[in-house]
């Protein structure tokens, strides 16, 4: 069973920082490419980032370009999104996804986490 459990998420005061992790069984992550999105109340869930299944190549959108990094441990089959400069528009549930590829549509992904909430006060 394919199991995707994200972790890390908060309340934090605009300009923190908080790191998500999304820890994977189930399936071989290795070869996977991994995908973070968010939904905020009465909005779309949109592209975070996303990160391939090597590192070697990683995609953001434009509104946390600079500010969040994806990475990712293989060896413990983990995905990481650290938050920088923290917005209070970047509240949200976070969720990650996984897929063979990476992509910016949340359509392209076969596998989701089911989210961890952030919050960034003003």
């Known amino acids: 069973q394919v199991q995707l459990v994200e972790s890390g998420g908060g309340l934090v005061q605009a300009g923190g920082s908080l790191r998500l992790s999304c820890a994977a069984s189930?399936?071989?992550?290795?070869?996977?490419?991994t995908g973070w999105f968010r939904q905020a109340p009465g909005k779309e869930r949109e592209f975070v980032a996303a990160?391939?299944?090597?590192?070697?190549?990683?995609d953001y959108a434009d509104s946390v370009k600079g500010r969040f990094t994806v990475s990712r441990d293989n060896a413990k089959n983990t995905v990481y999104l650290q938050m920088n400069s923290l917005k209070p528009e970047d509240t949200a549930i976070y969720y990650c996804?996984?897929?063979?590829?990476?992509?910016?549509?949340?359509?392209?992904?076969?596998?989701w986490g089911q989210g961890t909430q952030v919050t960034v006060s003003s």
């Open positions: 996804a996984a897929n063979g590829y990476i992509g910016r549509s949340r359509y392209e992904y076969n596998y």
């Open positions: 189930g399936l071989p992550f290795s070869n996977y490419g």
């Open positions: 990160i391939t299944w090597s590192g070697g190549r990683t």
